[in-house]
Nanobody, 122 residues
Framework: VQLQAYGGGLVQAGGSLRLSCAAS????????MGWFRQAAGKEREFVAI????????FYADSVKGRFIISRDNARNTVFLQMNSLKSEDTAVYYC????????????????WGQGTQVTVSS
């Protein structure tokens, strides 16, 4: 499966963006899906994960209450709605399929797509 994240851009602090992760090659309907981000000079960090049914979600403390992960299996797409954006949310955002292990650990994810840049100006 190939994943492509898009929807990033430049936004003012307090604003919103909606990222999409479009899959091709095969269905992602049976995969738990995660979002990660990587700021310049920092390691990639976990943002959110959603189960394959969409019935359960889990967020990093840093985005809880501001970001919402969702999915549309019919469209083979996962979304990340980002609200009340802060300058510290500036990063390249990636999506991937979860395979095993802790949701926080990127080594348990596969099929990393190309990321999309999100820049929040203060």
């Amino acid at each position: 499966v190939q994943l492509q994240a898009y929807g990033g851009g430049l936004v003012q602090a307090g604003g919103s963006l909606r990222l999409s992760c479009a899959a091709s090659g095969r269905t992602i309907s049976r995969y738990d899906m995660g979002w990660f981000r990587q700021a310049a000079g920092k390691e990639r960090e976990f943002v959110a994960i959603i189960t394959w049914t969409g019935g359960s979600t889990f967020y990093a403390d840093s985005v809880k209450g501001r970001f919402i992960i969702s999915r549309d299996n019919a469209r083979n797409t996962v979304f990340l709605q980002m609200n009340s954006l802060k300058s510290e949310d500036t990063a390249v955002y990636y999506c991937a399929t979860w395979r095993s292990g802790s949701a926080y650990d990127e080594s348990g994810y596969r099929n990393w797509g190309q990321g999309t840049q999100v820049t929040v100006s203060s």
